[in-house]
């Protein structure tokens, strides 16, 4: 009874914390007629008000009337490689095909295009994960493009300028500005018109971050480093001037003129686990309290996140914070439409996510109404300044006590993905009430440059009763403010791999010695879209059974037999570990959890060994942050007297 209790404190605020965001931001679906594979691959509205959207299966669909009820859709072009971005711009379409971006023009005014022009091209090896991005266009009409790295199990630019940002004119010329990038789905201009790219965890990115790029830009990967020696490339760093396990990447990046760290980091699980599209607030108040904010999708959780910025010794930095969850798809692409609310393009084909349908298209509204909110974080000398939508209750927000603060970094090395290291507490010693309450300044010890910091506010209210609708925000300290002390640097972690997986009767990887052979090896591995390649196998009870789970996807995963039914509960634990979660490989500590594997990296492969229990239909799952949803499998395990016949 306590375990089923306990479950239920763990899936109903989920339910709930959805149902309270939607008094503020509310999601409406826009429907799509059924004959109609709208796998989104980007957005962008016309001049006249008419939505434009590009899908995976290469066409692009003009809606009419987008902020009605019942749009149109006409097919306006098709035939197209993958577009995995729309723009607009004097009376044409410009998407970007895997190998291309592609003018699209409709000149007898039918509805449908009529040229289809190739401004610029480049080559492919024809590896599946040569995905391309964009365009996304500056002022001046130049064009820009990303392109994503190959995949051979790490990332790879086999041929020119994948893992690069480039720059496209209309009449076909092109210039590469930075390289670095690995999986650059999103990139998008902030409030100021600068630059900044979203990255999801791999080979050598810890965690998911945006970064702000500049021209000679290196922002970590080395794989597009390939062609750095090429005649137009306008930074001359190599690839062997990064050794395959580095430390932390703020340190070596002081040593490396033109590498930028990450400007935001999203802590991984906690905040997302895939970033997508950028785009900032530029509604001037139509769309909430968060003018000039970025908002930043997750394809895998399928959730919209929003980050607030400023600039610390020329510098950007500043803090994530979760925003609003619940989309029905894989978020990918996110643009302002006319009425000033938030359209939201959406896709999971391959790429699953938590949202269950295979993709979609919605909006997202404001109703009106502030929620309390920490609205930004500022640095300042020995502490933050928390800034909040709506004044305070003075008496709780003046008590130290309320504002627990964490900091923690992840590797950067050229493994997958990276455990939060050198996490440490933080001391506040104070905090000071603004005169009009809308603003908190703590002062405190613990700050370090280059980490990740978390800072929550605990039972804080409004000055009118309302609770903080989230309590929590990330921020990232690359620069101290001025004046602040600076201490001496803790010890760091002598590892900086996934921390192994302690054996238990859970998780046995070695025969027992007891006995001669397994009665049943059962190799499971992995295909892409988050799923197992085996969805069932038979044995009986008390057999001795031998899984051998070979992860040969591109991301990390693991295999977790659950008790009949509760596969969904395990997975939702899970998801609420925290900075907790790699340190137990994600795997909580549940009696429903029978036996499990632990979180193996891109193209590894663990046995475990375990009797198997009494006769039922068992399910395996992926406790992987979010994945528990759709990777999953199921053990049926026969009587005796059913195996013997």
């Not at 803090?319 to 996110?334: D, N, T, V």
């Not at 804080?460 to 620069?479: E, F, P, R």
């Not at 395990?570 to 632990?598: K, N, Q, S, W």
């Amino acid at each position: 009874m306590k375990n089923f209790i306990l479950l239920l404190l763990i899936v109903i605020p989920s339910w709930l914390f959805a149902q309270a965001e939607d008094d503020y931001y509310r999601i409406e679906t826009i429907p799509i007629p059924d004959s109609i594979l709208l796998e989104v691959g980007g957005l962008a509205f016309t001049d006249d008000g008419k939505l434009g959207v590009s899908t995976r299966r290469g066409e692009v669909w003009l809606l009419d009337r987008p902020t009605s009820a019942r749009p149109t859709f006409t097919r306006f072009a098709h035939g197209l490689h993958e577009p995995l971005g729309l723009a607009y711009r004097n009376g044409s379409f410009y998407t970007t095909q895997r190998a291309e971006v592609t003018k699209l023009t409709d000149n007898d005014s039918d509805g449908v295009a009529d040229r289809y022009q190739s401004i610029y091209s480049w080559p492919l090896s024809g590896n599946y994960h040569e995905y391309s991005y964009g365009p996304l266009f500056l002022p001046n009409g130049d064009m820009l493009v990303t392109l994503n790295l190959a995949w051979i199990g790490y990332g790879e630019s086999p041929v020119k300028w994948r893992g690069w940002l480039l720059k496209i004119t209309e009449d076909g010329n092109m210039t590469p500005i930075a390289t670095g990038l690995r999986s650059p789905a999103g990139f998008g201009f902030d409030i100021n018109g600068e630059i900044f790219y979203g990255e999801n965890q791999g080979d050598w990115i810890g965690s998911g971050r945006i970064t702000h790029l500049e021209k000679g830009d290196f922002a970590g990967n080395p794989a597009g480093l390939n062609w750095s020696q090429e005649p137009n490339s306008p930074l001359r760093l190599k690839r062997s001037n990064i050794p395959d396990s580095v430390g932390l990447m703020h340190e070596f990046a002081k040593n490396i003129s033109s590498m930028k760290p990450p400007t935001v980091w999203f802590p991984h699980t906690i905040m997302g686990i895939s970033t997508s599209d950028i785009m900032t607030d530029t509604t001037q108040g139509g769309f909430g309290p968060f003018a000039g904010q970025m908002f930043v999708g997750d394809q895998g959780h399928s959730k919209v996140m929003r980050v607030f910025l400023e600039k610390i010794n020329g510098e950007y930095q500043g803090a994530c914070f979760p925003f609003r969850e619940g989309f029905s798809s894989g978020i990918l692409r996110m643009r302002w439409g006319p009425d000033d609310n938030m359209y939201v393009g959406m896709t999971s084909r391959g790429w699953a996510s938590t949202g269950k349908e295979p993709y979609g298209l919605q909006r997202l509204v404001w109703t009106g109404k502030t929620p309390f909110e920490i609205k930004a974080i500022r640095a300042v000398a020995n502490g933050f300044e928390l800034e909040f939508t709506q004044p305070v209750d003075e008496s709780v927000a003046s008590q130290a006590s309320i504002y627990p603060i964490t900091n923690f970094i992840y590797s950067y090395h050229r493994s997958y993905g990276s455990p939060i290291i050198n996490q440490q507490a933080c001391q506040v010693h104070s905090a000071e009430v603004s005169a009009d309450r809308t603003k908190v300044r703590l002062h405190m010890d613990g700050l370090r440059e280059g980490y990740i910091h978390e800072i929550k506010v605990d039972g804080l209210k409004s000055a009118s009763g309302q609770s903080l609708l989230h309590d929590v925000g990330y921020y990232t300290l690359n620069n101290f403010a001025e004046g602040t002390a600076v201490t001496a640097p803790i010890a760091q972690n002598k590892t900086s791999e996934m921390p192994p997986c302690e054996e238990s009767e859970k998780r046995i990887t070695e025969m027992p010695n007891d006995w001669e052979k397994p009665d049943v090896v059962i190799n499971i591995g992995t295909e892409p879209g988050l799923k197992y390649d085996l969805s069932e196998f038979t044995v009986a009870e008390g057999d001795k059974v031998q899984i051998i789970f070979n992860n040969n996807d591109d991301m990390l995963h693991n295999l977790v037999v659950t008790e009949p039914n509760v596969a969904n509960q395990v997975g939702e634990e899970a998801m609420t570990l925290g900075l907790a979660g790699t340190d137990r490989g994600y795997v909580p500590i549940m009696d429903e959890v029978l036996f499990h594997t632990c979180i193996l990296q891109p193209e590894t492969s663990e046995s475990i060994y375990f009797v198997a229990p009494p006769a039922g239909e068992y399910e395996f799952v992926c406790t992987f942050p979010g994945h528990y949803k759709v990777m999953r499998g199921k053990m049926v395990v026969t009587s005796k007297e059913t195996a013997s016949r």
